[in-house]
């Protein structure tokens, strides 16, 4: 293992498999969450090159990683034998660009067994030397809008204030009009009574 790793052991007991030739799969979940709206992410999952038989999992937010090392072995009824791991983000559709949350699923398929089943991935964060920026296949998001909350506010305030301004000038038209009418109205009525 290396070092600043999280170790997890799973231990599966029976199952009840309808035959012999079905399968199981475990689902795993490694997410991070984000802070910021304007970040690049990348997410890769592939074999190692470290000839250890296992499958990797990368999720980087800038310059902090998630990593995940899935092996292609497990202890299968008190036997070492290969089982699969599989990338579930397209098949599961979690991939969300807009989120403030990078999530990626990892199926581990376990063949039949009858008694139990370990296996044990391991996860590390590391801080990397190269940001998700600088790779080719990183999806970045800015946030929507690009003013600042001050700017904004000064927005909405002016916006308000000048919606303000124009409701009292038309009650204020309204009510002079009004009394304009009466007025010449009771002139009308006056001059007719004279």
């Excluded at 044990?120 to 970045?140: Q, W, Y």
């Excluded at 204030?161 to 204020?172: C, E, H, L, N, P």
Aim: proline letters at 2%; aromatic letters at 10%; hydrophobic letters at 40%.
């Amino acid at each position: 293992m290396n070092p600043s790793t999280i170790k997890y052991t799973m231990e599966i007991t029976n199952y009840p498999f309808a035959n012999k030739l079905n399968q199981l799969q475990l689902v795993m979940s490694a997410s991070l969450t984000l802070n910021s709206n304007d970040i690049c992410s990348l997410n890769q999952f592939g074999n190692t090159s470290t000839g250890d038989d296992s499958n990797y999992l990368t999720i980087q937010i800038e310059n902090h990683s998630l990593y995940g090392r899935f092996i292609k072995r497990a202890i299968i009824d008190n036997i070492v034998k290969s089982i699969d791991n599989v990338l579930l983000d397209s098949s599961l559709n979690v991939i969300d660009s807009s989120s403030l949350s990078l999530q990626s699923f990892i199926g581990i398929t376990i063949p039949y067994y009858t008694k139990s089943i370990i296996v044990d991935p391991d996860f590390s964060v590391l801080i990397d030397g190269k940001s998700a920026s600088d790779n080719d296949d990183s999806v970045c998001t800015k946030n929507k809008s690009s003013l600042t909350t001050s700017q904004l506010a000064g927005i909405i305030i002016g916006s308000v204030g000048f919606a303000v301004v124009v409701i009292i000038s038309s009650v204020y038209f309204v009510i002079r009009q009004r009394n304009h009418n009466k007025f010449i109205h009771l002139i009308w009525r006056c001059r007719t009574f004279f």
